[in-house]
């Protein structure tokens, strides 16, 4: 049985669109990454995007923030060439390609979230302060904020980099499995900060190494491995065919659906405040 095609659940608002991938094809000199890849992202919408090591999860990102030139297709931001709009996209890496022996402190890199606003030689004005105070409380950093990275544990350091991109204020946030390794007071955080700015009316992507709680962390569902298998509601992408054809017939055994905590209710009331 063939996997429901990804262009059967488009994003549900086509007028709040804030990210629009249209025949993507990349890859890296003789080794294909994406083949045509089709992917629309609403605002306010969270999608998290799996599949197998070298489907091309971590280059679809790449794509969008101009790291990886594609070799076909179409990536908009807000109606625009992406390259028009990369102040308006925040990406948070994996942590394997941060140099963590850097000496720079944790203010230090939460404000280069504010370089679309002010460059990168820019005085930081009275707005920029704020939101970098206000990243690093959200992210429960505000006492760290003189310490080196490189005298952080692994969760401290990865909320410096949410904080990073939370101080962008950006209206599409792209993170590279930032669950990988952390502690779960770390990932609360970070589901937390998703679920927030989702709801402020950002788009947000996250490529998602671990299976368990996709129900709860997720919107929809984008699996990946090169080509687009399907997308849509967790529910309806989670299916043996499905994942199936993505890993390979009897790959994958999830978790139930209550694995992960919802998101929505880490925080007493309702999240607010702008992405």
Not at 139 to 164: K, M, P
Not at 254 to 261: I, N, R, T
Not at 268 to 275: R, Y
Request: glycine share 12%.
């Amino acid at each position: 049985m063939r996997s429901r095609r990804a262009e059967a659940t488009p994003a549900p608002d086509g007028a709040g669109v804030r990210l629009d991938v249209a025949g993507l094809h990349a890859g890296y000199r003789d080794r294909v990454a994406l083949e045509g890849v089709d992917l629309r992202v609403a605002a306010g919408e969270r999608v998290g995007v799996i599949g197998p090591n070298g489907a091309g999860k971590s280059t679809l990102l790449k794509c969008v923030v101009g790291l990886v030139r594609p070799t076909r297709g179409v990536v908009q931001v807000e109606g625009q060439p992406a390259a028009r709009r990369r102040g308006r996209v925040a990406y948070l890496p994996q942590r394997a390609q941060i140099d963590w022996d850097h000496p720079a402190q944790v203010r230090d890199v939460v404000a280069m979230g504010r370089y679309p606003h002010r460059g990168p030689v820019g005085r930081l004005r009275r707005e920029d302060h704020e939101a970098i105070a206000d990243a690093l409380e959200r992210v429960d950093l505000a006492g760290l904020a003189r310490v080196r990275i490189a005298e952080l544990s692994g969760g401290q350091q990865q909320r410096t980099f949410l904080a990073r991109a939370l101080a962008q204020q950006a209206s599409v946030l792209l993170l590279d499995e930032p669950y990988a390794g952390l502690d779960a007071a770390t990932a609360r955080v970070i589901d937390r900060e998703l679920a927030t700015v989702a709801l402020a009316g950002a788009a947000v992507v996250v490529v998602n190494h671990d299976l368990a709680g996709l129900h709860r962390r997720y919107d929809r569902l984008a699996v990946l491995s090169r080509r687009l298998i399907a997308a849509g509601p967790p529910g309806e992408v989670l299916r043996g065919d499905v994942l199936d054809d993505a890993y390979g017939r009897g790959a994958v055994v999830l978790a139930g659906p209550d694995a992960v905590p919802d998101p929505r209710d880490a925080r007493s009331g309702d999240p607010q405040g702008p992405p």
